[in-house]
């Protein structure tokens, strides 16, 4: 593995675990009101947008960060509109 390609794999695996306690606490409380629905809204297509470059630039770190941070992001907004 290059250099790059271990940096870009150890900041993707810290910034998406980031969002795994997140998900966890609002499924234990289903308490989201302090949640900002818009900055997820704009999080969630970001990353999505994310995805899609990594995917593009055929780059796996990216491609796989991306996808499960999207999925916990998306599991966030949904509980987000679920749960109010």
């Not at 993707?12 to 998900?23: E, G, I, S, Y």
Request: aromatic share 12%; glycine share 8%; charged share 5%.
């Amino acid at each position: 593995m290059q250099s790059l390609d271990l940096i870009g794999s150890l900041a993707a695996t810290l910034t998406t675990t980031a969002f795994v306690p997140q998900v966890w606490k609002i499924w234990q409380t289903r308490h989201t009101h302090d949640i900002s629905l818009g900055m997820y809204v704009a999080f969630t297509c970001g990353v999505a947008l994310w995805l899609l470059y990594g995917t593009l630039l055929g780059s796996w770190p990216i491609i796989i960060a991306n996808a499960i941070t999207v999925c916990l992001a998306g599991t966030v907004l949904f509980m987000k509109l679920r749960f109010g």
